[in-house]
């Protein structure tokens, strides 16, 4: 008794899904009509409605939507607002090929570089993890570089530091052991002033000297990744992580 009842129920369904097919491949095809015509107004609305439905549409009919709704939204808006349509066909079928009869030479190659950046893999290396801040770089004369194992950097920074601090202190003592220049001596009041400035210079440098080596260590400290990806792919090559 529920076998012809079972049998007529699967065989409408099956009619109620081919009406179905051939209502979105219609519809698919006045798209196409439209679009070819220069209506991309109608061609984007057709288009809009048969993508909003899904992965209930048959593979091959929104495949077609999704190719020609990023056509328009190319020629419309740019290669941003297409993307979203051709990411999502080249996810559903990596094997779609743009037609070069049916679509602008402009949007297949823009359609072929995307499917050549999906095909690049990137893969997430994780680095070792960030250290302590580098409070050691704001003690003088270098012992942060010297415990890192970086002689040269270090000897840099003591022998930058020392020169001028030995060059400040000489000044100094000149200009103290001058005392006080008449002030009717125009020469001897004018040499006493540009000592003056001079000794003011390698104060600066050596301040400066000080707070530099430190500050770009806290800066590339500050600037390290916690993990980076890299993907090589055909004359391509990607780079993501947190910089």
Known sequence: MFAPLLVAAVVCAARAEEVATVQSASRLEEAIRLYAQGDTAGSRAL??????????????VRQGSLAYLGDVLYSEEGPQASRPMF??????APDYVMDPFEHPEEVCRYFEALREEARVPVIERP??????????????????????????????????????????????????????????????FSDY????????????????????????EFSRWSAQSTRVGVGVGPGTLVVSGQF
């Open 47 to 60: 288009l809009q409605g048969l993508v909003a439905e899904g992965p209930e549409l048959p593979p091959a």
């Open 87 to 92: 990411d999502a066909l080249l996810e559903e």
């Open 127 to 188: 680095l070792p993890e960030r250290g302590p801040p580098p409070y050691w770089s704001l003690v003088p004369g270098g012992l942060h570089w010297y415990a890192q194992g970086k002689l040269g950097t270090g000897v840099a920074v003591t022998l930058t530091q020392a020169g001028l601090l030995g060059t400040n202190i000489a000044l100094y003592q000149t200009l103290v052991a001058r005392g006080q220049i008449p002030q009717d001596d125009p020469a001897a």
């Open 193 to 216: 002033e540009a000592h003056r400035l001079a000794t003011n210079i390698a104060a600066g440098a050596f301040y400066l000297s000080l707070v530099l080596p430190p500050a770009i």
